[in-house]
């Protein structure tokens, strides 16, 4: 029985009600006080039950809860990022049901003490868990050539994988006849879904050894896909519809609503940024250029200008690097934080993207990619969005067979609700520099 899992639970569960608890105590103070309209003691029982249920969920959501993926900086930034939500929800609730916006001097000294609390629970968390449970050795066994990039970036997750052996299709079949692949607590695979990786996922099944491989596009396409039958022979369904009609209305809708609040939410804000790029080198606002949507659609994006105006003039497709010279120093600062993002919802309410979704590639990158990977064009059975499971997921310089992989998931597993907590997350990343870095 693996123990880590129920163990991880419980220290989930230690921090959200000492996280609760602080919140209670801080509002009954304020209540005895007169502050604070909690008039009934059962009222209280549910406001605390609505708290806790808000936290977690919005905890779950930012990735607070994920110690065993996650180092402990962004579970503890995840955490603040869901508390701070929470605790301005309920000051709402309070505030309407008080008919007016009550003292917040006690919601800031409050979220500041859960603040420091969460930082050091985090901490301890983190070393009770790995201190409890470390790695186990692992074996990558793989089959082509030596995969040296998921090697390095398993390194950087040494709290998590241990990487102790490397072993080709040759050395593996070796280690297999000699007894000695079960000497490890675990196998990370990589490589095609031939024989030889059949012959692995058989094995390790056969012999109860934790299995982690690292998927194929055609593993992908199989993912969510449902089980049937012919009289007695087992069928998998592959559906391969993105979306239902009913999915394809509430998404729509979603877009309307969504660009329309957040346009007019943050319509000083573009202003602000307008003026700045004028006064910054007095060239035009907003650029607008060719990419792709769903079906092959050409269409215009539009977003704040942030590289020199004329920066591709002798027309010559080129990516965004870091460091990149043609990038303004007001283009620098609304890169880093996304603002040059926001006039693309004016694209969602044309109907031309939508707020989640497949990034927006230009014909000629795409058709470079292409060349190299035949399924890239699997991206545009939806349509393209500001935001989506492989901006989210990955990087900025995450490789294109990666994010393909990610669009692919996102595309065969859709649902409105997966809308909203990618939409969720992507506040997250915002302050997150590595999810901005340059190819």
């Known amino acids: 029985m693996d123990h880590r899992k129920p163990a991880a639970l419980l220290l989930k569960i230690a921090g959200a009600a000492a996280l609760t608890g602080l919140y209670v105590a801080a509002l009954t103070r304020y209540n005895a006080l007169g502050h604070y309209p909690l008039y009934f003691a059962k009222g209280l029982y549910v406001y605390i039950v609505v708290y806790i249920s808000i936290l977690a969920a919005a905890t779950k959501a930012y990735g607070g809860y994920e110690m065993e ?20 929800i309920t000051y709402l609730q309070i505030s309407l049901i008080a008919k007016e916006f009550l003292r917040a001097d006690y919601l800031l000294m409050t979220t500041a003490a859960q603040y420091v609390f969460i930082f050091i629970w985090t901490l301890i968390s983190y070393k009770i868990y790995y201190t409890a449970f470390k790695p186990g050795r692992m074996a990558l066994v793989y089959s082509g050539d030596r995969p040296d990039a998921l090697i390095e970036k398993a390194g950087r997750s040494r709290h998590r994988f241990n990487l102790a052996a490397f072993l080709n299709e040759g050395e593996t079949m070796e280690a297999i006849e000699k007894g000695e692949l079960g000497n490890f607590d675990g196998i990370m695979f990589c490589g095609d879904g031939g024989r030889f990786g059949a012959y692995i996922r058989k094995h390790c099944f056969e012999r109860n050894i934790r299995l982690y491989i690292i998927p194929e596009i055609a593993d992908i396409l199989l993912h969510g896909s449902g089980l049937t039958g012919l009289f007695d022979t087992p069928l998998l369904v592959c559906k391969n519809d993105s979306m239902t009609s009913g999915q394809a209305y509430l998404k729509r809708l979603l877009d309307i609503v969504g660009s329309l609040a957040i346009l007019a939410l943050l319509s000083p804000l573009m202003l602000v940024t307008a003026l700045a790029i004028k006064a910054g080198d007095g060239g035009p606002v907003f650029y607008f250029q060719e990419r792709l949507t769903g079906r092959g659609e050409l269409f215009k994006v539009c977003k704040f200008r942030s590289m020199v105006d004329g920066a591709e003039k002798d027309g010559r497709a080129r990516l965004a690097r870091k460091n990149d010279g043609r990038i303004t120093p007001v283009g620098r600062i609304i890169r880093k934080l996304r603002i040059d993002e926001i006039p693309q919802f ?6 031309s993207m939508s707020i989640v979704g497949p990034r927006p590639e230009r014909p000629e990158i795409a058709a470079k990619y292409s060349a190299e990977l035949p399924e890239f064009g699997y991206r545009l059975k939806m349509k393209a969005g500001i935001t989506g499971y492989a901006q989210v997921y990955g990087k900025y310089n995450t490789t294109p067979r990666d994010k393909l992989m990610m669009d692919i998931i996102y595309i065969n597993n859709y649902s409105i609700l997966l809308d909203i907590r990618l939409i969720l997350l992507t506040i997250k990343i915002v302050f997150l520099p590595e999810k901005t870095e340059g190819f």
């Open 69 to 88: 993926v996650y180092r402990a900086p962004e579970t503890a930034f995840s955490q603040m990022l869901s508390l701070t939500f929470v605790n301005l």
């Open 346 to 351: 004016f694209n969602v309410l044309t109907g």
